[in-house]
């Protein structure tokens, strides 16, 4: 049982989550033959306060 993690900003609409869950499952059934009923998608979404890069939050910018 394939489990996928992704890990976004968060802002999203739900109609681009449920795309991007459509085609990371197509994807892994593509690649790997494991059946599109196994696939386990997870979004982890993250705000921009709780994200940095070069040491700055991007909430910052």
Do not use: C, N, W
């Amino acid at each position: 049982m394939p489990y996928v993690t992704v890990k976004m900003l968060s802002g999203r609409s739900d109609d681009q989550k449920r795309a991007l869950v459509e085609k990371v499952t197509d994807a892994v059934v593509e690649t790997t033959g494991a059946s599109k009923e196994k696939v386990v998608v997870f979004i982890e979404e993250m705000e921009k306060s709780h994200y940095a890069v070069g040491g700055k939050r991007l909430s910052d910018e």
